[in-house]
């Protein structure tokens, strides 16, 4: 399986694809807890330009030093495997069009869904998950787990992983059995 993540990150393709696109999910995991301060600032007249531009570095990039090393890190490593396992995701649509397995599908949905969950404080609403989880009490729970609820970034990272390893795994098997 490693030679063939290696033959697949030997394409320029795919190592843009993987560059752009994760640093592309990294900022817009920065801006989602912070999207309604920075929409409301774009929509004030009397900003210039420059500083709508200067609001939007600062909650995307400047504040890049204010997340303890867990989360700066587990930010990072989740744009890289969520892009990473969507590259072979399409890889391996490509290859078996009309035998796909939906249980890699569903792997890999629940393994970002997870892990883009986790990122950032929870209880900010960073999702459109948080408020609901937040009506249902569920949030008040996540205090009583020992990394408060960091360790939903922990599982949906091995998610993504696991469904990146499991789609590896099915384009090293033949097409025709």
């Known amino acids: 399986m490693v030679n ?31 999207f309604h301060i920075i929409y409301n600032v774009w929509l ?8 709508k531009v200067e609001v939007l570095y600062q909650y995307s990039f400047g504040s890049f030093s204010l997340w303890d ?11 890289l495997v969520t892009i990473m ?22 792997a890999t949905s629940l393994g970002m869904l997870l892990g883009m969950f986790g990122v950032g404080c929870v209880s900010c609403g960073a999702l459109i998950l948080a408020p609901l989880l937040s009506t249902l ?14 360790e939903l970034v922990v599982i949906g990272v091995c998610f993504v992983i696991g469904s990146t390893m499991y789609l590896l795994y099915q384009l090293k098997k033949p097409l025709i059995c």
């Open 69 to 79: 090393w867990f989360d700066t890190s587990a930010t990072i490593i989740l744009t």
């Open 44 to 51: 004030l007249k009397e900003v210039s330009w420059v500083r």
């Open 85 to 106: 396992n969507i590259i072979v995701l399409s890889i391996y649509f490509k290859r078996q069009r009309n035998n796909l397995n939906k249980k890699s599908l569903a």
């Open 4 to 34: 063939l993540l290696l033959s697949i990150l030997g394409k320029s393709k795919n190592i843009f694809a993987l560059a752009f696109g994760s640093m592309g999910l990294f900022i817009f995991l920065r801006i989602i807890p912070q």
């Open 137 to 150: 009490g569920i949030l008040g729970a996540l205090e009583l787990l020992p990394f408060f609820g960091k």
